[in-house]
């Protein structure tokens, strides 16, 4: 099991940036963000793997930077021109290996509104 803590969220009127953090503990294969809005089935936004590799959902491509620092098991996103579709609890997950399910974070409110 992996445990997780995440920082960052809050409140930002829309076009403005927010910058997500989850630190892991132990070395971890891959980590990533995923949010979820009531109502609605949790969805990816962006994974990154310790090669560097990264996956982004559509709905974030070009706004929305993944990166990790390896050294501190920590995933960062950075979060740009903000909509208010991006409003969502978002969730920090990680797994050690290729094989394991995620492991999750309590999740972090993200609310875009003016």
């Given at each position: 099991q992996v445990q997780l803590v995440e920082s960052g969220g809050g409140l930002v009127?829309?076009?403005?940036?927010?910058?997500?953090?989850c630190t892991a503990s132990g070395s971890i294969f891959s980590m990533g963000?995923?949010?979820q809005v009531p109502g609605k089935q949790r969805e990816l936004v962006a994974t990154i793997i310790s090669?560097?590799?990264t996956n982004?959902?559509?709905?974030v491509k070009g706004r929305f930077t993944i990166s990790r620092d390896n050294a501190k098991n920590t995933v960062y996103l950075q979060m740009n021109s903000l909509k208010p579709e991006d409003t969502a609890v978002y969730y920090c997950c990680a797994k050690r290996s290729y094989y394991?399910?995620?492991?999750?974070?309590q999740g972090t409110q993200v609310t875009v509104s003016s």
């Open positions: 009127q829309p076009g403005g940036s927010l910058r997500l953090s963000w995923f949010r090669t560097g590799n982004y959902a559509d709905s394991s399910a995620f492991s999750w974070g």
